[in-house]
């Protein structure tokens, strides 16, 4: 094994420290830090109604504070350890690799945390701080449920009341989801409004905070939203970029040429980005949804098709359709269908600090299956996004490269849809 210090051209050669606000060992890059308005360059942004603004900054400051708190961090670092099984394994994907012909694969095995994906670390700083803010309950949306299952999991182990909001239609969809949240003692609030999914659950879910902020604390489910929820997910989430950086430079004496990951709302991207925004030699891409194809109205390809615009209280790249409101988007990973996206990959894109493209429905499958049947690890479909782009770049490249993928999440919930798809 060689060390950091060798004179490989993917070597650490940062001498400047990262410079971090916060005191633990993992924190955000200045990069992705907001201003005091809550703004990254021109996206984000704090939330305007006086009552909302009010708990918001409540929780700002409640934040900031308690990540500094030796308290916090040392049952942060003992859940991490001891309930979500942290450190996640870097898995090098061999026989993937090999059939490509091109770059190395690796995978930040999310997969394997307590709940199948990444979504359960900024769920446990979430209720966490609700819990050491003195509030009784934690409430949420949720699109496919996989916040909402995270959320609920993380309330039953700090004894805390959860209320989730949901559109009927996902209600029907994700049956398995809400059947995991009841018995985890959530209460499922149906949301029949509008077409009854993620964007009026959103709505309902703030609405019924605005009655209750004093007791509650409203939980997002990713790296987006008014001020502070970027930082505040994007923090929780960064563990895992933190993670990988170390652990690779351990097990290669590298670091890679790419890191990827899917794009929904943000989160995953930008907590494994967070370890590598220092490392100019590393490339960062975020893969979105590009559907049934970016030249058909069937995507979620916010970067990539979007404009400079506003959804729930925060500005971003955004789908809008031809009215100015938020588009209907499609892709086949629910958890990738939002017509926005974080505002810290809105400001990473204009700088060109990290790039973004995106993958169809077909390429996803593709990848879905081939990862099943060549590593034995059925990936999220959401997931299956980023490999499916790690595959065709890693053709281009060559046996020495190696790439990074943020495997987001296991694919057990997708498995019946995907045998609709796919002929056996
Ligand atoms: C929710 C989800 C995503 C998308 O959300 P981000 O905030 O963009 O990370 C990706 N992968 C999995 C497994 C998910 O559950």
Same mark, same amino acid.
């Given at each position: 094994?060689?060390?950091?210090n060798n004179?490989?051209?993917?070597?650490?050669?940062?001498?400047?420290?990262?410079?971090?606000?916060?005191?633990d060992?993992?924190?955000?890059?200045?990069?992705?830090? /907001?201003?005091?308005?809550?703004?990254?360059g021109?996206?984000?942004?704090?939330?305007?109604? /006086?009552?909302?603004?009010r708990?918001?900054?409540?929780?700002? =400051?409640?934040?900031?504070?308690i990540?500094?708190?030796?308290d916090?961090i040392?049952e942060?670092?003992?859940?991490?350890?001891t309930?979500?099984?942290?450190?996640?394994?870097?898995?090098?994907a061999r @026989?993937?690799?090999?059939?490509?012909?091109?770059?190395?694969?690796?995978f930040? @095995?999310?997969?394997?945390?307590?709940?199948g994906?990444?979504? %359960?670390?900024?769920?446990?700083g979430?209720?966490?701080?609700?819990?050491?803010?003195?509030?009784?309950?934690?409430?949420?949306?949720?699109?496919?449920?996989?916040?909402?299952v995270?959320l609920?999991?993380a309330a039953?182990?700090?004894?805390l009341?959860?209320?989730?909001h949901?559109?009927?239609?996902?209600?029907?969809?994700?049956?398995?989801?809400v059947s995991?949240?009841? %018995?985890l003692?959530?209460?499922i609030?149906?949301?029949s409004?509008?077409?009854?999914t993620?964007?009026?659950?959103?709505?309902?879910?703030?609405?019924?905070?605005?009655?209750?902020?004093?007791?509650?604390?409203f939980?997002?489910?990713?790296?987006?939203?008014?001020?502070? $929820? /970027?930082?505040?997910v994007? $923090?929780?989430?960064?563990?895992?970029?933190?993670?990988?950086?170390?652990?690779f430079?351990?097990t290669?004496?590298?670091?890679?040429n790419?890191?990827?990951?899917?794009?929904?709302?943000?989160?995953n991207?930008i907590?494994?980005?967070?370890?590598?925004?220092?490392?100019e030699?590393?490339?960062?891409?975020?893969?979105e949804?590009?559907?049934?194809?970016?030249?058909?109205?069937?995507?979620?390809a916010?970067?990539?098709k979007?404009?400079?615009?506003?959804?729930?209280?925060f500005?971003?790249y955004?789908?809008?359709d031809?009215n100015?409101e938020?588009a209907? =988007?499609?892709?086949?990973?629910?958890?990738l269908?939002?017509?926005?996206v974080?505002?810290?990959?809105?400001?990473?894109?204009?700088?060109?600090?990290?790039? $973004?493209?995106?993958?169809t429905?077909?390429?996803?499958l593709?990848?879905?299956?081939?990862?099943?049947?060549?590593?034995?690890?059925?990936p999220?479909?959401?997931?299956?996004?980023? %490999?499916?782009y790690?595959?065709?770049?890693?053709?281009?490249?060559?046996?020495?490269d190696?790439i990074?993928?943020?495997?987001?999440?296991?694919?057990?919930?997708?498995?019946?849809?995907?045998?609709?798809?796919?002929?056996?």
């Amino acid at each position: 094994m060689t060390t950091a210090n060798n004179s490989n051209s993917h070597t650490v050669n940062k001498t400047q420290d990262t410079p971090q606000k916060t005191c633990d060992k993992y924190g955000l890059h200045q990069s992705i830090l /907001p201003s005091d308005e809550g703004l990254y360059g021109e996206y984000g942004g704090k939330i305007e109604h /006086p009552e909302l603004a009010r708990a918001m900054n409540e929780i700002e =400051v409640g934040f900031r504070k308690i990540i500094k708190s030796d308290d916090f961090i040392n049952e942060m670092q003992r859940l991490r350890e001891t309930y979500v099984g942290r450190p996640s394994p870097i898995y090098h994907a061999r @026989r993937l690799s090999e059939q490509g012909g091109g770059a190395q694969i690796y995978f930040k @095995r999310e997969d394997l945390n307590h709940t199948g994906a990444h979504k %359960i670390n900024h769920c446990l700083g979430e209720v966490l701080l609700a819990k050491k803010l003195g509030k009784t309950k934690v409430i949420a949306e949720t699109g496919a449920g996989q916040h909402g299952v995270a959320l609920a999991t993380a309330a039953a182990l700090m004894g805390l009341e959860c209320e989730i909001h949901m559109g009927v239609v996902d209600i029907k969809k994700e049956h398995p989801n809400v059947s995991r949240m009841k %018995i985890l003692g959530a209460n499922i609030v149906p949301v029949s409004q509008g077409a009854g999914t993620l964007k009026e659950a959103v709505d309902s879910a703030f609405e019924s905070y605005l009655g209750q902020v004093d007791s509650s604390l409203f939980a997002i489910g990713s790296a987006l939203g008014p001020a502070p $929820y /970027p930082e505040m997910v994007s $923090y929780f989430q960064s563990v895992v970029g933190h993670e990988a950086r170390e652990q690779f430079l351990a097990t290669t004496g590298k670091l890679p040429n790419k890191v990827v990951a899917c794009v929904g709302g943000g989160s995953n991207a930008i907590g494994i980005f967070s370890g590598f925004l220092a490392d100019e030699c590393v490339e960062l891409v975020g893969v979105e949804p590009a559907g049934e194809g970016l030249d058909t109205p069937n995507h979620a390809a916010t970067m990539s098709k979007g404009v400079k615009g506003a959804i729930h209280g925060f500005k971003c790249y955004v789908l809008l359709d031809e009215n100015g409101e938020p588009a209907p =988007v499609h892709s086949i990973a629910s958890g990738l269908d939002y017509p926005g996206v974080g505002p810290q990959h809105s400001l990473l894109k204009d700088k060109q600090l990290a790039s $973004y493209e995106s993958v169809t429905d077909a390429e996803c499958l593709d990848a879905f299956m081939t990862l099943s049947r060549l590593e034995g690890i059925i990936p999220a479909l959401e997931s299956a996004h980023a %490999i499916a782009y790690a595959m065709k770049i890693a053709k281009t490249m060559s046996a020495d490269d190696s790439i990074l993928v943020n495997l987001s999440g296991r694919g057990d919930k997708d498995i019946d849809f995907v045998l609709s798809k796919v002929d056996l």
